[in-house]
């Protein structure tokens, strides 16, 4: 395809959460380059030649497209609920909404619900072509996978997805399932300054990001625990709670442990293990 060619069906996209360079040509995203590129230096991912892969919430497929780019010898990428949503339009449905003063309607929601024809789908399609890549797209809910269906994998990639369960020992409990060796596991987390014991947030509504479909953020001894509880027999944490910082952090974090109400306890960050098999 020509760059010009290239631009235009890039564009004819409503909506890219990854940015991915096209040989070249580098599309827009919610998460940059520079971002996605950070989050993969943190994934620490070992060598993959030869390798199978599991990309469980693939969305656009940066990091399906990195496996493959580094060496996996097969690389399924898997996703429903992004693929089958009509997302510009929901937004524009939702923005219409609120500027009405009106909550949305359930049932008007679902005309953007397209499992046929899967419009969100279309990013990857398009990256998947100009790449002419070999992996495979998965349209299916993982927690409906089954090992006996879809075999299992060397490493799988559950990034992005675990606060977004309702049931998250369940859903660990699927990835242990599809995992043969290495399952490398990003999510949401929470550190609540004072406290060590294994603790969950609950996001009974909007209130992680005005997400209704945020559920859970862990602390690192939670995620940690869940994953043993899961199914895998080693947790190694690659990326936890960020260091304390500023004096001000360290003060919190004092005041916290001595049982002194100061300021928030809970510190929202983006933690990565690994959990072997
Ligand atoms: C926040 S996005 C993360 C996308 C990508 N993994 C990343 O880290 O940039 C969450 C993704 O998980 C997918 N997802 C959520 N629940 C799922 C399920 N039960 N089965 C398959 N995909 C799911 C969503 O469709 C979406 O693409």
Redesign the pocket.
Known sequence: MADTEIAKAVNEIGFW??SIDLNGFITPGG?SQQLLHN?WRAMEVPDLSGKSVL?????DG??SFAAERLGAESVVA??????ATDRPGLAKYRQECMRVAREPDPVETTKFWNPVDLPGKSGFDLAHRILDSKVTALN????LASSAEIGTFDVV?F???LY??KNPLE?LEKVAELTRTLAII?THAVEILGQSQSLAEFYPASELNGDPSNWWGPNIAALVGLCKAAGFSRVVVKKGPPGLGSIKSIARHIAATLGIPWGTRARHYRAIVHAWK
Do not use: R
Not at 78 to 83: F, I, K, S
């Open positions: 959460w990854h998460k989050e990309d469980i919430g693939a969305w940066f990091f898997l996703d429903h609920y992004v693929w299916q809910d993982f927690l990639f990034l992005g997805v977004h369960m859903s990003e």
